[in-house]
């Protein structure tokens, strides 16, 4: 076993590992955080295993004289920690250390750090595999939960790290279990892809080599669907659609955006182009006209089949369907346009929008291009940012005898036209322009 030092605990984890260690027992830091350190990047999780534990009660003891204390899990196998304002969760093995680590998915989060002797504990060569970037299975028991093929291709998007030959064979092997796996699992790996995957190409041609991406037809009806070469040097859609997301998520970490602007960001741009696959035309040049909207249906398809919220397809369809509303404008977009636009958009925001614009041009390879987006998102900025509420309202209506009933939802729409396109600016001026509607 090496010897080095990679964590800096605090000090309430550190009181931890020293309650366990005074009744005997040898707590190891494991998982994430060891592979983490080992590639020198920032970690959220420190996960404790605890092993040796020969009286549980004298270890809930010693525990409690550090925080607050509680056993969690149906078997009361992990005990939570509440010391300095954090928890902290400690799993009880009563495995041998090697066996405990064969039962992980990866080799390179089979490894564990002993924070008392300074030991990393690698036994089935995870940071060799680190080393070489490759992601391997640990064990037969990989197999023991199928969702471990798509937590796979989470750290394929990540790490952009390659997978294993034999852990490929074991991936297309566990296709077939895929209706396991609850909807609710399956939106958990793609949330983490799309919150912090950066390696998007790969992460698709992961679910592609491991048989996985015939669970997600929508995206895998976009591969062999040919693109201008013009416009789209990068090759078919599919591969597009990678280089657009992976794009989506290097403009969010420049941009700093939450977590959920960026899933919303990053998705959004992975099924943009999903209409592409019924409407494009092969003749003397390859057209795609209509496919911003035709691909609505099949964008929804698939955040269904990942599990998406309502909230996020809320704000991913409306920019599916409006991402190509720029093209028809030449020069710089008009006042009227902008606000028609971010009217359409709905949920979504005219940020929304433009990250996706950006990401599609961005995501071409070499005949990527300027985006356009940004003049519009300046106008949209100038002018409140978000759609105006309607002046006209249907008190005015009633108040000149209309009965509420169809005719007012048409009359309305009609005036929040005239209302973006600027005909009238203020409660007066929708007033008016009603009464001369009426005449």
Known sequence: MAQLSLLDLT????????????????????????RDALLGVASKDLDIEVHGVTDRALLLAALAEVGAVAEQGASFDVIAVRVDGADLDLSISDAPIDLAFSRRDFTINAMGWDPITDELIDPFGGQRDLARAILRHTSASFGDDPLRVLRGVQFVGRFGFALAAETK?????????????ATERVWEEWRKLA???????????????TGWLAHFPDLDATRGVKQDPIWHSEGDVFTHLGLAAGKAAEFAERDGLSDTDREVAVLAALVHDFGKVTHTEIGERITSHGHAEAGVEPARAFLAEIGAPRHVEARILPVVR??????????????????RLMR??????????ARVVDADCAGRGASSKASPAGAWVTIAESIGGAPARGLLTGEHLIARGLRPGPEFGR???????AQDDEVFADEAGAVEWFDARAR
Do not use: N, T, Y
């Open 344 to 353: 359409r958009l709905g949920d979504a925001s005219i940020h929304d929008w």
């Open 195 to 209: 919150r912090r995957a950066r390696f998007w190409p790969e992460a698709l041609d992961a679910l592609k080599q």
């Open 322 to 339: 409006e991402h190509m509303a720029h093209v028809s404008m030449q020069g710089s977009p008009s006042r009227p346009a902008v606000r």
């Open 169 to 181: 064979g074991v991936c297309r092997e566990l296709a077939p279990r895929f209706d396991e796996l």
């Open 411 to 417: 009359i309305l729409g009609e005036a929040l036209a």
């Open 11 to 34: 000090p309430g984890a550190r009181a931890v590992v020293e309650a366990c260690r005074r009744v005997g027992a040898r707590p190891l830091v494991v998982g994430g955080a060891i």
